[in-house]
Each structure stands twice: as structure tokens, then as C-alpha cells.
């Protein structure tokens, strides 16, 4: 079935990405950021170089595969972020109502209407370029779909039999809504995270390749690509690799995102069909 099919690719490209950044020390080939020679300096793949040099003669291959470190823990980290604010503030709102609610729902629409890209950009140029920097400044910024989705489930479970039950026993309404309402929406949650970690790898990708992000020497998919813009047309294979890796890491995330959906939610996998 397609949605199994796009749950299996999904999850072995993803997984593949995790065991290269994971294995990075074991399978690179030198050090990527302490091995440079200029005397190899944009050698094209091949031999010793299985994805060629930079122009600082660094191997691609090891920094490629350090890269997926940086990715994923951006894209891990930052999205955790987002999911918590989102669903404590959702979560909240649409149990509590009230001024509460409203207020939410100011936030959230505020948060909306500014890109979120350039609300980073904005977080980025006051803090100083670097992990820590770019993880506040992602964690920060994709909350509001997950708050929207955490009011909207919050509402619609609030009224439910087993909700009105606990509160005849005695339940605080913090426990409540970690027993009896959180449980529920967690499949919309998983599959909302799952995708975006994709935009989280983008991003990261987008700030580092404006300088704003992790600063080169270190090895980021993005600074690779900021790096490679001079030698886009005498040595492609620079800002090729960096790329095919940020596409097979988004591309695997939609994926499990898309089959997780249709597996978690049999009405959309329904309507499908």
C-alpha cells in the first residue's frame, strides 16, 4: 500500500542519515575540519576522494557525513522546542478558554503572520552565529501550527465522557490535561513533529548558507553550499554532495511524516483512498 511504501522509504532514508551522522568518526575518511591540503585542493570525486575536495582541499565525503550531525541535532533539538511550547500553550488554551484562550489566539495569529525564516534571521543577528544561537532561534519560531493543533484537539476532547469523569474524581486540571487529553492528540503531534523536522534541516541550511548560522570551519550542509558559490561551475561536485544530502534527509522526513499520518489517522489514509 502507498502509505507503507512511503513509511518504509521515509524511515530508511532517515535512518540512513542517522547512522552517517551517528557512525560519522568510524566511516569519514579524515578529519573535517583539521585535514586540509591545499595540494588537493577541488580534486573531482574518485580514488582516495570518493566525493572530492573543497578548495581548501578538505575530503567532502567527511564533511558531508559530519554534517548530518549538525542537521539532525538541529532538526531534533528545535523542533523538540517548538513541540513543547506549542503543545503547553495549545493544550492550555483550549482546555482553560477564557481570557487565556484569547490570548493564545492573539499570539499565535501574531506568530503567524511573520515568516518564520526571517523572524530567525532577526533572533540570529542579536545573538552571536553558532549551535546554541541557531537551536533558540528555530525552537522560537514553528511552535504556532502545533499550538493550533493542540487547541483544536483540546477542544474537541475537553467535553468527552472520560474528561467529565476525572473531574467527578477529584482530578486537578493539570492532570487532566496530561492524562486524559494529552494521550489523545498524540499521533497529530508526532506527525506534525516528523515534518517539521524537515523545515528545521532547511532552515538551518538557509542561516548557515547566509553566514548566520554554524560558522565555518565546522561542517554544516548550508556553509558547505555558502562555500561552494564560487566554484559552482569549475567544480559542481563542491556544492552537489551537500545539497543530495539536505534533499535525501527532507525528502525521508516527508516521508515517515506522510506514512506515519496515514497510519496514525485512518480517516486521512480513507479519504485517500
Known amino acids: 500500500m502507498k502509505f507503507r511504501a512511503n ?14 551522522g551517528i557512525f560519522a568518526p568510524m566511516l569519514a575518511h579524515t578529519d573535517p575540519v583539521m585535514d586540509a591540503n591545499l ?6 570525486p574518485g580514488g582516495a576522494f570518493w566525493f572530492g575536495t ?9 564533511r558531508v557525513l559530519y554534517g548530518a550531525r549538525i542537521s539532525l541535532t ?14 503547553c500553550l495549545g493544550l492550555s488554551a483550549g482546555y482553560w ?25 532577526a533572533i540570529m543577528a542579536i545573538l552571536n552565529p553558532g549551535l546554541t ?22 477542544l474537541s476532547l475537553k467535553s468527552q465522557g472520560y474528561v467529565q469523569a476525572a473531574k467527578v474524581l477529584g482530578y486537578s486540571d493539570i492532570r487532566i490535561m496530561l492524562t486524559q487529553l494529552l494521550p489523545n492528540m498524540l499521533g497529530p503531534i508526532i506527525v506534525i513533529g516528523t515534518l517539521g ?4 534541516v532547511l532552515a538551518e541550511a538557509a542561516l548557515s548558507f547566509l553566514g548566520l548560522g554554524i560558522r565555518p570551519p565546522f561542517p554544516s550542509w548550508g556553509s558547505m553550499l555558502s562555500d561552494a558559490r564560487d566554484q559552482i561551475t569549475t567544480a559542481p561536485w563542491i556544492s552537489i554532495f551537500p545539497g543530495v544530502a539536505i534533499f535525501i534527509t527532507v525528502l525521508g522526513l516527508n516521508l515517515l511524516g506522510d506514512g506515519l499520518r496515514d497510519i496514525l489517522d485512518p480517516q486521512a489514509r480513507t479519504r485517500r483512498a
Do not use: H, K
Open 133 to 154: 544561537s541557531l537551536l533558540i532561534a528555530l525552537g522560537l519560531t514553528n511552535w504556532s501550527f502545533t499550538c493550533r493543533l493542540a487547541r483544536a484537539s483540546a
Open 54 to 62: 573543497d578548495a581548501q582541499g578538505r575530503d567532502i565525503y567527511s
Open 74 to 87: 538541529v532538526g531534533i533539538v528545535s523542533q523538540l522546542i517548538n513541540t513543547v511550547i506549542g503543545v
Open 197 to 200: 523536522m524537515g523545515g528545521a
Open 97 to 121: 478558554g477564557g481570557w487565556w484562550d484569547d490570548f493564545v489566539n492573539g499570539l499565535t495569529n501574531m506568530m503567524l503572520a511573520i515568516p518564520s525564516l526571517i523572524f530567525a534571521l
Open 39 to 44: 595540494m588537493y585542493a577541488e580534486e573531482p
Open 7 to 20: 513509511l518504509v522509504i521515509g524511515g530508511i532514508l532517515f535512518a540512513g542519515v542517522v547512522i552517517a
